[in-house]
């Protein structure tokens, strides 16, 4: 889909921005919208909206005061549209693909006008497998199908996983094995490659997005560039003060130890692959992300952060 042709922004009326959010998981299809949730509420309240969130249980905890929490599960089949009343934009984040299509027409029938929906790069490769086998792909296109305006989000990895236990298996596990032994086990270690961006600035571009209607029926790339596996642990090292060695795994050992550490297999085959997919075309996969329009740069207005400032900002995490 062509996202670069030219359209005159419009802000979007007053009303209720709601986002939904899911507990933590290592189930293939996950993502960390908790994690991205309350950046988003902090930036959304910041311009002076008026923030709702439908929450699972588990995910009740550390939002702004201001926000109107609900607790329930957007994965979950829903008995009512009440949660979306008064709501003008959605931030859909979490959405199951066998009850999405209900949900989607409670949120319809109670007047949401656009949805801005946290996807993933898998619709990509989903469309080449047979629609019972589709995840990502089944969400984009029941939300392209339910009558309301759309806008798809496909993120690259997110750098704060490693803090809500989602996908990527890579870095899941560095935490523990910084503090304990100031160490970092990993496949690939200088040749693998994969790409990131701040949870910040995802959150601020969803919030760009669900501001104006300059992106509808667009799906946008919000991609950060590939970083080396060396290059995230130096950047650890530096802002914790510490060395921390680099200890260079097969393919077949890091499997294992993410196996044990609960990642399903399919998590681990993506990984892995991408790892070695974007090492070996790391010049053609950092020009495509640099070619993407808009780019992240130009939907947030400033240029996007660093694994070094994500780094500093959670160094407690491997002290």
């Known amino acids: 889909m062509d996202t670069s042709r030219p359209l005159q922004s419009r802000p979007i009326p007053e009303g209720v921005k709601l986002l939904t959010v899911v ?11 908790g994690l991205v949730g309350r950046r988003l509420a902090q930036q959304l309240l910041a311009n002076g909206d008026s923030v709702r969130v439908l929450a699972e249980p588990d995910e009740c905890s550390d939002w702004p005061n201001d926000v109107h929490l609900v607790t329930g599960s957007i994965g979950q089949p829903l008995t009512d549209g009440g949660i979306f009343a008064g709501a003008d934009v959605m931030f859909l984040a979490g959405a199951n693909p066998a009850t999405v299509e209900p949900t989607l027409a409670l949120a319809r029938d109670a007047g949401v006008r656009r949805i801005v929906l946290l996807s993933s790069h898998g619709s990509e490769f989903e ?19 339910c009558g309301i305006v759309w806008t798809h989000l496909r993120p690259s990895a997110v750098m704060g996983s490693v803090i809500s236990g989602t996908y990527p298996a890579t870095g899941s596990d560095w935490p523990d094995s910084i503090r304990a032994e100031g160490a970092v086990r990993e496949a690939f270690l200088d040749n693998g ?31 950060g560039l590939p970083l080396s596996t060396r290059s995230r642990v130096r950047s650890i090292a530096d802002a914790i003060g510490r060395d921390i060695r680099g200890i260079d795994m097969t393919a077949a050992e890091s499997r294992a130890v993410w196996q044990r550490n609960g990642w399903p297999d399919g998590a681990i085959d993506v990984t892995l692959y991408a790892l070695e997919e974007y090492g070996a075309r790391l010049t053609e996969l950092t ?6 329009r808009p780019s992240v740069a130009e939907i947030i207005g400033r240029p996007p952060r660093t ?12 002290r």
């Open 23 to 33: 507990a933590p998981s290592k189930d293939e299809g996950k993502s960390p919208t």
């Open 127 to 145: 469309q080449w497998n047979p629609p019972e086998t589709w995840y990502w792909l089944a969400i984009e296109r029941a939300v392209e199908r």
């Open 193 to 223: 490659h994969y790409p990131f961006i701040h949870e910040d600035d995802l959150a601020a571009v969803a919030a760009a997005v669900m501001r104006t209607d300059r992106y509808t029926g667009c799906i946008l790339e919000a991609v």
């Open 287 to 292: 020009e495509w992300t640099l070619t993407q």
């Open 307 to 318: 694994y070094d400032e994500w780094a500093v900002e959670n160094a407690h995490l491997f």
